[in-house]
T-cell receptor, first 115, second 110 residues
Framework: GAVVSQHPSWVICKSGTSVKIECRSLDFQATTMFWYRQFPKQSLMLMATSNEGSKATYEQGVEKDKFLINHASLTLSTLTVTSAHPEDSSFYIC???????????FGAGTRLSVL | GQNIDQPTEMTATEGAIVQINCTYQTSGFNGLFWYQQHAGEAPTFLSYNVLDGLEEKGRFSSFLSRSKGYSYLLLKELQMKDSASYLCAVRDFGNEKLTFGTGTRLTIIP
């Protein structure tokens, strides 16, 4: 079964609203989680590294005030897309590293459509 | 930084074998991963190499040569459900980040 749970899997929202996406590691604790974005037929682009108990590290070009990340516990990270606009429509995927297995597992992804 | 290169598309026949290559350049190597991704779904883990050599797991095998900056994913006894994108990803030494290649879209034909 899935070891990383991501919710919701699909969301439609109006322009200007905010959307929160949750990512949970189910079978292990994750001090670090990652948020990716993927456009159709393109590869995954890392947006930010979520660190438990401290601020997230954003990749160059990613607006930290627009994509708010909170890593509240060792099993939960959230990504909030604030004041969403149609250009934010994309497939957002989280991942977490299982230190015992040294493998990074992915959530099922969230398809965001902003109208 | 890293530069990862893999073919964009490949086609293979059901029941056959296919090899997907990945070359990389990195300032600090700490492992190479292969993931499978079906359209509209998240990537699923296939293999992990950190030392040179071949890792075999059922129908899938992955090879790594660190000195050459080269890896391949070998798929045997191809099935129609193997039609998917295959992503090569390299992890930096010193942090946990994975950098992905563009992915190879594999199409299996009868």
């Amino acid at each position: 079964g899935a070891v990383v749970s991501q919710h919701p899997s699909w969301v439609i929202c109006k322009s200007g609203t905010s959307v929160k996406i949750e990512c949970r590691s189910l079978d292990f604790q994750a001090t670090t989680m990652f948020w990716y974005r993927q456009f159709p037929k393109q590869s995954l682009m890392l947006m930010a590294t979520s660190n438990e108990g401290s601020k997230a590290t954003y990749e160059q070009g990613v607006e930290k005030d627009k994509f708010l990340i909170n890593h509240a516990s060792l099993t939960l990270s959230t990504l909030t897309v604030t004041s969403a606009h149609p250009e934010d429509s994309s497939f957002y995927i989280c991942s977490a590293r299982d230190l015992n297995k040294n493998i990074q597992y992915f959530g099922a992804g969230t398809r965001l459509s902003v109208l | 930084g890293q530069n990862i290169d893999q073919p964009t598309e490949m086609t293979a026949t059901e029941g056959a074998i296919v090899q997907i290559n990945c070359t990389y350049q990195t300032s600090g190597f700490n492992g190479l991963f292969w993931y499978q991704q079906h359209a509209g779904e998240a990537p699923t883990f296939l293999s992990y190499n950190v030392l040179d050599g071949l890792e075999e797991k059922g129908r899938f095998s992955s090879f790594l040569s660190r000195s050459k900056g080269y890896s391949y994913l070998l798929l045997k006894e191809l099935q129609m459900k193997d039609s998917a994108s295959y992503l090569c990803a390299v992890r930096d030494f010193g942090n946990e980040k994975l950098t992905f290649g563009t992915g190879t879209r594999l199409t299996i034909i009868p």
